[in-house]
């Protein structure tokens, strides 16, 4: 793998998280592969018809801020790779008269596998488990 190859990859995984945090669902469905699959909170949302659809359902006054932390990219094909990094993933709830300070709401091991379709890294598998809960959760 090359380094741009590698550095591609960390671009689409931190991508993804940019766009969720920022509510940019657009932009968060584009990194995945038309046939992609996320496995999230317990279901399996396969296509980027369900992903696009729960990403909808997102409230607006739900702010999330999620780290990225320890990646480690792997290649396996030519045009297929792995992305395994932990995530720390807070959140808060905005409402009218002032904003709650963001909550730890835990740690997760997290695996992408990523598809090169000839123009770009999309991912083809998202999926995570926990890892660690929040302090007095």
């Not at 038309?34 to 696009?52: C, H, K, M, P, S």
């Not at 780290?67 to 995530?87: D, G, H, K, M």
């Not at 730890?104 to 926990?130: F, M, N, Y």
Request: neutral net charge.
């Amino acid at each position: 793998m090359t380094t741009t190859q590698h550095l591609d990859c960390l671009a689409v995984v931190h991508g993804f998280f940019d766009a969720l945090d920022m509510h940019a669902h657009d932009r968060a469905l584009a990194l995945f592969a038309a046939d992609g699959v996320w496995e999230r909170q317990g279901n399996t949302l396969a296509g980027r018809a369900a992903i696009g659809a729960a990403l909808e359902q997102r409230s607006p006054q739900r702010r999330t801020f999620h780290a990225v932390c320890n990646p480690v990219v792997s290649q396996e094909s030519p045009n297929q790779a792995t992305v395994r990094f932990y995530l720390m993933a807070y959140e808060t709830q905005l409402d009218q008269d002032c904003s709650q300070p963001l909550t730890p709401i835990g740690i997760r091991r997290c695996e992408d596998r990523l598809t090169h379709d000839g123009h770009t890294w999309r991912i083809v598998h998202k999926a995570s488990q926990a890892h660690l809960p929040p302090a007095g959760r």
